[in-house]
């Protein structure tokens, strides 16, 4: 029997790293409830929410769209987060391409997704790809480069999250 220990969800280290940036304006994607627009409103910041079928009592405001079309005007948040969502798109990239769209210059992106050699507790709940999905944490920074070619980009102290920042 394996036993994992989960030492701090990522919403908590996601926000903390949004703070130290000072945002006004941030977007959750794929965001269920809203964990993280939770924790940033107190602060002031800006929060909308988004996610395909939203649950009860989530975040508001929430906003019910697609995210390989957002219904956001280009270039208006600060940050903008995907957590553990865009494996759920055939094409992550299209959904990367959007948060790019809708961050402004100079703003940054936070990304996260399972590994598929670490997570296997996860299995369970993700959808069936076999070993691989769209969007996996070995290969999240390579295709995050791909809409931000000429940004920092980088992987956090937890390897299936990337950050980049967009070119000013």
Not at 24 to 42: C, K, M, N, V
Not at 72 to 82: E, H, K, Y
């Amino acid at each position: 029997m394996s036993e994992y220990l989960v030492t701090e969800g990522l919403e908590a280290a996601f926000a903390r790293r949004i703070r130290a940036d000072s945002p006004e304006w941030f977007a959750e994607l794929g965001a269920a409830t809203g964990p993280i627009s939770h924790l940033l409103e107190p602060d002031g910041i800006r929060c909308v929410a988004i996610d395909l079928n939203p649950p009860p009592r989530a975040f508001s405001p929430m906003v019910c769209a697609d995210l390989r079309q957002l219904p956001l005007p280009t270039a208006r948040f600060d940050t903008v987060s995907a957590v553990n969502c865009l494996y759920f798109l055939d094409d992550p990239s299209v959904g990367v391409r959007e948060a790019h769209r809708v961050l402004r210059p100079g703003g940054l992106f936070l990304t996260s997704a399972p590994s598929r050699y670490h997570d296997p507790e996860l299995r369970h709940v993700l959808p069936d790809w076999g070993e691989r999905s769209p969007f996996d944490a070995e290969e999240v920074a390579e295709i995050v480069a791909g809409s931000f070619e000429d940004a920092s980009s980088s992987r956090g102290k937890n390897p299936r999250t990337t950050c980049a920042i967009r070119p000013q």
